[in-house]
């Protein structure tokens, strides 16, 4: 996968000369590179910042770890767009964010890297998507008359469709040779069926862990944990422990491959197995692994996400954090994994109070590491409350002393976490009444870079049910901060808090801004919030703007979910439309991308002409695959959601940039 981001002084000739797109793994949405350098520009708390690319947005397949320069066979010489450059690499990847930063002091400590990795649960598009739907062009839409028609409302494909429509056109495709095609369709095949399916796919995934191409081998692997059949637990162990038969498998008599491995791992966590907890602890700190920290960081975040034994397993990541044989980036991984045993709301009280003691004793100690801090403070949102008083003020001093501004990021968008989770609120008056000034306080931070988050996590903490009164102050003190900031990553970050809190009253702010602007990404941020709002004044605007070649496809992306939520009844047929007349890589991977994210089974018969077009670049019938897997998807929200939200993006392995980066 297009592993580099692009960053700071290297990229300016090099935007010059790419074109926006890139691409990965089964249908990625690639979030910061791991080449970023950690502290990029230092701690950026006195130079406003500038409007950089905000996070990229999603494609198939997943590239190989290239510097964004594909083989010279494929490219015909000359500079390409990353998307171009990876076509036959390897998995069909969205290649990540082109961060074109334009300001000193600012890299992941940006607010949209945060936004990257956890919108999914806040848009929940298949949600809006099933709801009846607004007809474009209805009058009343921009002030609230406008009538809804349950007819109109979104048919997601049903296991008729996906039967006999579908998988007969992808099963084929995992015996192709081009990559790019047998990626995209593992993860598509996998994404769709449902467990007591799984036996129409299990064999052929199987059978392509013997596949030529190393990315394939590799998407096979994750596929089979994806599919979440109990019949691929086996398959997985052997591959995880490098056996005889996991040899055998993916034909490496040699070993299997670390990748392979690392992905096996990750397949284990989805299946949630109990049998496979001795083995992913054993893998997690055998010390002849200890070079492989992929396969040790995805043991023990794949801990997080079982279902039962959790009072054996906190003991052993709590362990794991100040085990002073495993590398840095690895113990970082274990307080994510603690949290979301903790966020499944399964850890006893016991248990819990154990934990937390641990946890702040840690997050207080001088001698913690940045990164393991930084865990930790996400790791407090999932398993603190409002009763944990400490917790509450520890975080709070975290934000207004500790010297590495993500640290301080993270522990506020956990005080939002935690207050945001209080069903009792009464019980907790006092400290509810200092989180919201404590977070009005942040919005007009003199450290520039807290006022996103403060905007951000103001938002997050008053969308709770129990505290109806904060969300309307909230919304009137984000609305001043928007009028006044001329920052567009600020912009960014306020339009989208009005939306997660369902500002309708900003709906008019938010359009006037919308209008005037002439930077794509802050558009595309301002189309967002007004898809959440449900109060697009002018669909047709967008209907026009969406189809227009040449458009940033993150901008694209944007326009296609801002449909999505609002409820928008034409924007698929628009969207085929868009991908029928399409020409080039670009234009087709990128109308099949949007049309996965709110697509319904209209869409279907078009992708799959698109799917069989032989006449077609692997990579366009890649994103094909990818767009059906995701219209067609078993669960509510993307399968990746279970890695990606509330993960410490500061200390990501290889293997977890692949799964994050998938559409």
Not at 275 to 280: F, H, V, Y
Not at 430 to 456: C, D, I, M, N, W
Request: aromatic residues 4%; contains cysteine.
């Amino acid at each position: 996968m297009l592993k580099n981001l692009l960053v700071a002084g290297r990229l300016t000739a090099l935007l010059l000369a790419l074109s926006p797109t890139a691409f990965g793994h089964g249908g990625q949405f690639r979030g910061p590179g791991d080449t970023v350098p950690p502290n990029l520009g230092g701690g950026g708390d006195t130079a406003p910042p500038g409007n950089p690319g905000g996070p990229g947005s999603p494609s198939p397949g997943r590239g190989a770890p290239t510097a964004g320069v594909g083989r010279s066979a494929a490219s015909g010489g000359g500079p390409r767009s990353p998307a171009i450059a990876n076509a036959g690499q390897g998995r069909v990847t969205t290649g990540g964010v082109l961060f074109r930063s334009r300001a000193r002091g600012e890299g992941f400590e940006r607010w949209e890297f945060w936004w990257a990795h956890n919108k999914e649960p806040f848009l929940n598009l298949r949600a809006h998507l099933e709801k009846s739907q607004v007809r474009t062009g209805s009058g009343g839409f921009f002030v609230g008359r406008q009538k809804r028609n349950r007819a109109n409302a979104t048919q997601r494909p049903d296991a008729t469709d996906v039967k006999q429509r579908i998988l007969p056109k992808l099963l084929p495709l995992l015996a192709e040779k081009h990559p790019d095609l047998v990626d995209s369709a593992a993860l598509a095949v996998a994404r769709m069926l449902r467990e007591q399916e799984a036996v129409q796919a299990l064999p052929a995934l199987i059978q392509t862990l013997g596949h030529d191409e190393k990315t394939a081998r590799e998407s096979a692997t994750l596929a089979l944990g994806v599919l979440g059949s109990r019949e691929a637990v086996e398959v997985l162990r052997h591959l995880l422990l490098d056996t005889s038969e996991g040899r055998r498998l993916t034909r490496k008599p040699a070993e299997v491959e670390d990748l392979v491995r690392a992905f096996a791992a990750a397949g284990l966590g989805l299946l949630g197995d109990p049998s496979t907890i001795e083995d992913l602890q054993r893998v997690a700190l055998d010390r002849r692994l200890s070079s492989k920290h992929d396969l040790q960081a995805m043991a023990l975040l794949s801990l997080g996400l079982m279902r039962e034994r959790h009072e054996e397993i906190v003991p052993f990541l709590l362990k794991c954090m100040t085990h002073r044989q495993l590398a840095r980036i690895v113990r970082a991984q274990a307080p994510i994994a603690l949290g979301r045993l903790a966020a499944r709301d399964s850890l006893s009280v016991g248990v819990a109070t154990a934990a937390l003691g641990e946890v702040l004793d840690l997050f207080c100690d001088d001698k913690t590491d940045h990164d393991l801090k930084r865990s930790l403070a996400i790791c407090l949102g999932m398993l603190a409350t409002m009763d944990d008083t400490q917790a509450v003020d520890v975080l709070m001093q975290a934000v207004q002393q500790e010297s590495d501004a993500q640290v301080r990021h993270f522990s506020m968008m956990a005080l939002a976490q935690i207050g945001a989770a209080d069903l009792e609120p009464d019980r907790h008056s006092e400290t509810h009444a200092q989180l919201e000034k404590f977070f009005l306080r942040e919005l007009a931070s003199r450290r520039v870079t807290h006022r996103p988050f403060g905007s951000l996590g103001l938002a997050v903490y008053a969308r709770s049910e129990q505290l109806p009164s904060l969300a309307s102050r909230a919304t009137s003190k984000i609305m001043e901060a928007f009028a006044q900031t001329n920052n567009p990553s600020h912009k960014g970050a306020m339009a989208i808090s009005l939306g997660l809190l369902g500002a309708k009253e900003a709906a008019e702010l938010l359009w006037e801004e919308f209008q005037s602007s002439n930077d794509q990404i802050l558009k595309g941020y301002l189309a967002v919030a007004l898809g959440m709002t449900r109060r697009l004044e002018d669909l047709s605007t967008i209907h026009s703007l969406i189809q227009k070649n040449g458009l940033d496809f993150k901008f694209r992306l944007q326009l296609a979910r801002a449909l999505g939520l609002s409820g928008d009844d034409q924007a698929v047929s628009t969207l085929v439309e868009y991908l029928q007349s399409a020409d080039t890589v670009n234009e087709t991977s990128t109308a099949a991308q949007a049309l996965g994210l709110i697509g319904d089974r209209t869409a279907i018969d078009p992708l799959v002409a698109v799917v069989e077009d032989r006449s077609k670049a692997p990579l366009q019938r890649g994103f094909a695959c990818v767009a059906l897997g995701i219209i067609a998807e078993k669960v509510d929200l993307p399968w990746n959601v279970a890695f990606s939200v509330n993960s410490n993006y500061r200390a990501k392995v290889p293997a977890l940039s692949e799964i994050l980066d998938i559409l």
